[in-house]
């Protein structure tokens, strides 16, 4: 992997081979108390699912033991790893949804993902509350049938984005628009970058789940980026 380069594994949880225990003990112990608080086994499945898949993404592309890894966490909660054997910092970022886990890796640039499950109960909230204008108006307008689908759409580019430049829900969400068709960013603010400088994927890892990708990249045209569903081959080192 490059500087250019960004990975992104998936891992479908709902599968019966998932080694739990086996996942569990490559998180460090802070991981597993984090873990032991789910009150949902599934929910708990996802969240060691995806520690465990960054870690060992990690480890494939950088070396060294899954269960070594470190990390330190931002201002806004967001987890940085710690990479003392990389002249590149390795910038890694999780989400983990029912069903699935995801994580996705570069170097040095910032990164962002996001998964959601289709199946979840559809926000009841008024859209104005979470989207800009022209997402609303964009909502209003897609046939009945498609709307959840849509909206969840959005929200995880969304997520993603906040996700990417490290502030998290104290973004205000409405301070940025996407256009979905190819994904792109306008922003409310001059302050806010050069929409050029960002990369937006958006993925169907699964018939029941929704995921996106957003990275901040000086030449997002030359970025590659690699997608793994590592269920199987996961499942084959891992039990
Ligand atoms: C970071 C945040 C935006 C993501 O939450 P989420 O979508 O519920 O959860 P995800 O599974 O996608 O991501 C969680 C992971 O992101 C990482 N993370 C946490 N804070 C982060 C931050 N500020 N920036 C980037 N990544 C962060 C962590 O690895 C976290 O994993 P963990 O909780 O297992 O430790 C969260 O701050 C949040 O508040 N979400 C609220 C959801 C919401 O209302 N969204 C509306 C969007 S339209």
């Given at each position: 992997m490059t500087r250019d380069n960004v990975v992104v594994w998936w891992l479908r949880t709902d599968d019966a081979g998932v080694n739990l225990s086996r996942l569990e003990t490559m998180l460090d112990s802070d991981e597993q108390a984090r873990a032991a608080r789910f009150h949902f086994q599934r929910d708990r499945l996802s969240y060691i699912a995806a520690h465990a898949l960054g870690r060992i993404l990690l480890s494939a592309h950088a070396g060294g033991d899954p269960t070594g890894w470190r990390f330190v966490t931002g201002d806004h909660g967001k987890p940085e790893v710690l990479s003392p054997h990389s002249e590149q910092r390795l910038r890694l970022n999780l989400s983990h949804t029912v069903g699935l886990a995801a994580a996705a890796l570069?170097?040095?640039h910032d990164i962002g993902i996001d998964v959601e499950w289709l199946g979840r109960e559809p926000i009841t909230e008024p859209a104005q509350h979470f989207f800009a204008p022209a997402e609303c108006a964009h909502l209003a307008a897609v046939a009945p049938g498609l709307t959840h689908e849509i909206f969840l759409t959005y929200?995880?580019?969304k997520e993603a984005y906040v996700k990417a430049i490290g502030k998290g829900m104290a973004q205000p969400l409405d301070s940025f628009a996407f256009k979905l068709?190819?994904?792109?960013i306008q922003f409310d603010s001059e302050r806010a970058g050069n929409p050029a400088h960002w990369l937006f994927r958006r993925f169907q890892p699964t018939h029941d789940h929704v995921m996106a990708l957003a990275l901040r990249h000086p030449n997002p045209r030359a970025v590659t980026v690699s997608t793994?569903?590592?269920?199987q081959e996961f499942l084959r080192q891992q039990t």
């Open positions: 570069t170097f040095d929200w995880t580019l068709d190819p994904p792109s793994i569903d590592a269920s």
